[in-house]
């Protein structure tokens, strides 16, 4: 079984902008290369909820654009 494709990185956020946080962005799990990806379908509808889960104690992000539901 293939590891899910996810993309890592930093990003500032917290209540002052000013918190180094880690974030993974879990694209489609057809995805095989970078420029394969869809960036488009990564963003969410205006209506849609859940596809954000923030964890403050380590301060880190998941987003993942193809988990959410309509809100």
Do not use: C, Y
Request: hydrophobic share 35%; glycine share 10%; no cysteine.
């Amino acid at each position: 079984m293939q590891p899910k494709p996810v993309i890592r990185g930093r990003a500032w956020f917290g209540p002052d902008g000013q918190q180094p946080w880690e974030f993974r962005l879990l694209v489609d799990p057809d995805t095989r290369a970078r420029n394969t990806i869809d960036w488009s379908a990564l963003l969410p509808g205006e209506r849609w909820a859940g596809w954000l889960s923030l964890d403050p104690q380590r301060q880190t992000m998941t987003i993942d654009p193809l988990g959410g539901h309509p809100d």
